[in-house]
Nanobody, 122 residues
Framework: VQLQASGGGLVQAGGSLRLSCAVS????????MGWFRQAPGKERVIVAA????????YYPDSVRGRFTVSRDNAKNMVYLSMNSLKPEDTAVYYC????????????????WGKGTQVTVSS
């Protein structure tokens, strides 16, 4: 099983980035997908999740209205569009898969990707 995240980088505050995660080795449409992030010295936290069909999504208050998660089951891809980025969004972003319905928690993930760095400068 592989989850390969990409699209991270350096962006100024107020800017946008789109992360992508390519999934292989599983029946993608059986899995809820999530994006988590971990800043230096902090716990890994969820920033978005999407159900297997794409019909259900979840965002914490910290990103709601700025981040949008989507998936393409035909391409085994999940995306995270991030707008109005803030310096506090700086973290390593991980995609994650769970063979279950939402919600997703850090301790309930079946597979993790390796992460992609997002740095937002002020």
């Amino acid at each position: 099983v592989q989850l390969q995240a990409s699209g991270g980088g350096l962006v100024q505050a107020g800017g946008s980035l789109r992360l992508s995660c390519a999934v292989s080795g599983v029946d993608f449409s059986d899995y809820a997908m999530g994006w988590f992030r971990q800043a230096p010295g902090k716990e890994r936290v969820i920033v978005a999740a999407i159900g297997w069909s794409g019909g259900s999504t979840y965002y914490p208050d910290s990103v709601r209205g700025r981040f949008t998660v989507s998936r393409d089951n035909a391409k085994n891809m999940v995306y995270l569009s991030m707008n109005s980025l803030k310096p506090e969004d700086t973290a390593v972003y991980y995609c994650a898969a769970r063979q279950a319905t939402l919600p997703l928690t850090v301790n309930g993930i079946d597979y993790w990707g390796k992460g992609t760095q997002v740095t937002v400068s002020s």
